[in-house]
């Protein structure tokens, strides 16, 4: 069983940046890559960006050039850095974990099985 927890979420204005953090706890090898998501109020989670254990990586392409997913295996701990931000990327974030490898792409909620509780991310114009 994974346990993750995001931090690092808050309120900034418009090009300004923040780095979401995600502790993840048990299960450390079973995780074949993780990622993050996003989700407003009455619309889908949307794949962010996503990495696998090899450093691969992969993002939506609305946030390509301004965010970057990263990670250190030593902490346990997944991070996205987020710069240039726009009114747009206001969401709640959530850090999630796939165990296996599925039919779904790295950016699909499918793909994975364990979840954060999320971070908001609010960004004013």
């Known amino acids: 069983q994974v346990q993750l927890v995001e931090s690092g979420g808050g309120s900034v204005q418009a090009g300004g940046s923040l780095r979401l953090s995600c502790a993840a706890s048990?299960?450390?090898?079973?995780?074949?890559?993780m990622g993050w998501f996003r989700q407003v109020p009455g619309k889908a989670r949307e794949g962010v960006a996503a990495?696998?254990?090899?450093?691969?990586?992969s993002y939506t392409d609305s946030v390509k050039g301004r965010f970057t997913i990263s990670q250190d295996n030593a902490k346990n701990t997944l991070y996205l850095q987020m710069n240039s931000l726009k009114p747009e990327d206001t969401a709640m974030y959530y850090c999630?974990?796939?165990?296996?490898?599925?039919?779904?792409?790295?950016?699909?909620?499918?793909?994975?099985?364990?979840w954060g509780q999320g971070t908001q991310v609010t960004v004013s114009s």
């Open positions: 999630a974990a796939a165990p296996w490898l599925t039919t779904w792409t790295m950016l699909h909620p499918g793909s994975y099985k364990y």
């Open positions: 048990g299960g450390t090898y079973s995780r074949v890559y």
């Open positions: 990495i696998k254990r090899d450093g691969t990586t």
